[in-house]
Nanobody, 118 residues
């Protein structure tokens, strides 16, 4: 099993920045992909960004390209989401998730609230 614990959410004004962290523990070597999802009230969960544990490839949803950066620190077993130029529409609960190679996202953190005021 892999445990994921998010932190770093909060309230910020539009144009501001936040950095989310996802600390992992357990059988992290079994994880191939780490990702950040978000879910706003009344909306479906959305994949925001993803990164391979052992590679350089990343993915971003179009709405955050150029503003968000996903990264990982192998020594700390931690994944980050740097969020700049935040907009009110970025308001959501952000979840960290992991997937094995070729598998579905099957490990989830508890979520952290991000609120961007206009």
């Amino acid at each position: 099993q892999v445990q994921l614990v998010e932190s770093g959410g909060g309230l910020v004004q539009a144009g501001g920045s936040l950095r989310l962290s996802c600390a992992t523990s357990g059988r992290t070597f079994s994880r191939n992909v780490m990702a950040w999802f978000r879910q706003a009230p009344g909306k479906e969960r959305e994949l925001v960004a993803a990164i391979y544990w052992y590679g350089a490839n990343t993915y971003y949803v179009d709405s955050v390209k150029g503003r968000f950066t996903i990264s990982r620190d192998l020594a700390k077993n931690t994944v980050y989401l740097q969020m700049n130029s935040l907009k009110p529409e970025d308001t959501a609960v952000y979840y960290c998730a992991s997937a094995p190679a070729g598998g579905e996202y099957d490990n989830w953190g508890q979520g952290t609230q991000v609120t961007v005021s206009s």
